[in-house]
């Protein structure tokens, strides 16, 4: 039997809940969770926000720990070592994309880390637990220190999910690069498009995180609500990340790009935002794109390169107990930036 917490319902809160979890196969690894990011993923799932949520749900796809046990077909992990599991645990392995390393576009459906499944007919649970099985295939590697591992568990997939597209669009020195919204995703995304090379100007709705978005990498920060200061960037950025977890007015940044500027969603709030202006894309020939997460092969690529520049993610660490009221601070982006549960207290 294995603790986890899970809500059983969209209204209740989350609770404690044993499951089960597979002997591990001999291409398994059993890892024992020691941290467990929280994602806004995880709110809109377990609250069944977009209406696709298998319950019981246990979220949490920001995993690390270490490995316990391994089948005997595993080759690129051993006992003892520290892992990490992200927002993937399967893909069917053969489509175009899963043949490119891009398993999250998987032609079948992934499987995610938990509200899966496609393949094998059960739910999948997540983080918010003891441990976890997984194919070693879907497993990462951890070479940051040990002593940050709390801090490497958000990169799983806040790390990914701003990585892959700043690496997709090419951002890099000579670019000017907008991140929307500070909260877990956008704080790593100010963080890895600055150490990427690029100039970076952060847009937030709180005028209290102006020092906070400085210090993280930031070169400028814009409150997105005063009209001067953004009518002051029009036509300005290359590149702008939007990871802001609400519906909102798109057409307030895609005026802020440059001719031939991509826009890219990855924040999935729950309701649509409005309809862009045609006229904000058609004058400057503008692009408004999309991304989620990102492939085995890039996280591994993005955990390296978070490890060789020193970059980890700011959090606030929580027993598994405080997770309801940590969902409701963060509903109010108060949390700098990202809760983190520390397994031991499950
Ligand atoms: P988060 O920590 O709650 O951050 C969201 C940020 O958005 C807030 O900190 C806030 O930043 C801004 N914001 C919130 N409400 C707003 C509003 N009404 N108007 C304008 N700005 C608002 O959430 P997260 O974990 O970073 O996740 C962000 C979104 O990405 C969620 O919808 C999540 O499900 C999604 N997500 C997508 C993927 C993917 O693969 N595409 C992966 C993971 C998560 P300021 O205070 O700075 O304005
Ligand atoms: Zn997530």
Redesign the pocket.
């Known amino acids: 039997m294995t603790k986890a917490y899970a809500a059983q319902d969209p209204s209740s809160p989350l609770a404690p809940f044993d499951i089960e979890r597979r002997a591990p196969g001999p291409q398994d690894i059993q890892i024992e969770i020691l941290f467990c990011g929280v994602?806004?993923?995880d709110l809109?799932t377990a609250r069944n926000e977009w209406k696709n949520t298998l319950y019981p749900s246990v979220p949490g796809h920001e995993i690390v720990g270490r490995i316990v046990a391994v089948g005997d077909q595993v080759k690129n992990f051993k006992v003892g070592d520290l892992a990490g599991v992200g927002?993937m645990v399967d893909s069917c392995g053969h489509c175009p994309a899963c043949g490119e390393g891009e398993e999250q576009y998987c032609d079948n459906g992934f499987t995610g880390t938990y509200n899966g499944p496609v393949f094998g007919g059960e739910n999948t649970y997540g983080g918010y637990s003891q441990s976890i099985v997984v194919k070693e295939s879907f497993a990462l590697h951890i070479r940051h220190d040990e002593k940050d591992l709390a801090a490497v568990a958000p990169l799983l997939?806040?790390g990914i999910?701003t990585y892959s597209p700043l690496r997709h669009w090419k951002v890099g020195p000579g670019m000017k690069v907008g991140i929307v919204?500070?909260?877990?995703?956008?704080h790593m995304g100010v963080k890895i498009a600055a150490a990427m090379g690029a100039h970076v100007v952060l847009f937030?709705?709180?005028p209290g995180?102006i020092d906070d978005g400085r210090r993280l990498g930031a070169h400028e920060v814009c409150v997105?609500s005063d009209r001067a200061q953004m009518a002051a960037r029009a036509g300005t950025l290359d590149f702008i990340l939007n990871?802001?977890?609400?519906p909102?007015r798109l057409d307030d940044y895609l005026q802020l790009l440059k001719r031939d500027g991509t826009m890219t969603l990855?924040?999935?709030?729950a309701e649509r935002h409005p309809s862009p202006e045609v006229f904000s894309l058609i004058f400057k020939r503008r692009q408004l794109a999309?991304?989620?997460?990102g492939g085995i092969r890039e996280t591994q690529e993005m955990l390296d390169f978070c490890a060789q520049h020193g970059i980890v993610s700011d959090i606030e660490t929580i027993p598994m107990d405080y997770i309801n009221t940590a969902y409701e601070r963060?509903l109010k982006?108060d949390?700098k930036?990202?809760f983190v549960i520390d397994m031991a207290t499950i």
Request: one cysteine or more.
């Open positions: 994602c806004h993923s809109h927002c997939c806040a999910t919204g500070l909260g877990g995703l956008g937030t709705t709180s995180k997105s990871t802001v977890a609400a909102h990855v924040g999935a709030p999309g991304s989620l997460i963060m982006s949390v930036y990202r």
